[in-house]
């Protein structure tokens, strides 16, 4: 039996820009350039509504509204269902949980998003998005892409460490070390020329391990 080729999907890198597109949500029509003008956005997707564990993630970006806002960061999620369904689960989630779903929730039937942001895995599921995570800027530049598989939900500290790190990055030129949280120390930018590895040698304002390993507070 001769094997067959996998469909392909497309996957967008850091640093690409994000995918435009116009679709239905429970805001009503969208599209992603007008929406992401001039703040950051999560794009997140989840394999299906009703379901038990993306009831806990969504509920958990709903919790988050007043951090991401502060944070300047929109939040618009996707599932291959239905206006009808997403609108279903919301009032659900509303009555039981006391939790309302009030951002954007992309109703993608025609899995038209879903190819261009590759959260269809073939491997996991040809008709279920997985849980994929995609950090936007206000340029529109994809800045920073997680996936989990359909059985594990996502870690909410981490998604608001890693936006936190992505702003604070950009505003003070500076990288992030392992486990980085806010208010910690953050990466020097390593020098490149000879008189810079010098300069930062003789430097005593920075936490210096060698020339090419230094922290500073901000």
Not at 47 to 58: G, R
Not at 105 to 124: F, N, R, T
Not at 171 to 179: G, I, Q
Request: charged share 20%; aromatic share 10%; with cysteine.
């Amino acid at each position: 039996m001769e094997n067959q080729e996998a469909p392909m999907y497309s996957m967008p890198r850091i640093g690409d820009p994000a995918p435009d597109f116009t679709a239905k949500t429970t805001a009503g029509e969208i599209t992603f350039s007008e929406f992401n003008k001039g703040s950051w956005v999560i794009l997140f997707s989840h394999p299906a509504d009703f379901t038990p564990v993306c009831t806990t993630e969504l509920t958990a970006f709903a919790e988050e509204k007043d951090f991401f806002a502060a944070h300047n960061t929109k939040l618009i999620g996707l599932s291959i269902d239905s206006i009808h369904a997403h609108l279903a689960w919301v009032n659900n989630v509303h009555k039981n949980l006391g939790v309302l779903m009030d951002f954007p929730i992309i109703a993608d039937l025609d899995m038209k998003v879903s190819q261009k942001y590759g959260m269809l895995h073939p491997g996991e599921s040809e008709t279920a998005a997985v849980r994929a995570v995609f950090f936007i800027d206000p340029q529109g530049k994809m800045r920073l892409v997680m996936y989990y598989p359909l059985n594990v939900g996502r870690n909410m500290e981490e998604i608001k460490r890693a936006l936190v790190a992505l702003q604070t990055s950009d505003a003070n030129s500076c990288a992030m070390p392992v486990n980085w949280t806010e208010g910690a120390q953050v990466i020097v930018p390593p020098p490149k020329t000879v008189d810079e590895m010098q300069a930062r040698l003789q430097d005593d304002t920075i936490d210096r391990v060698d020339f090419y390993l230094a922290r500073r507070s901000l």
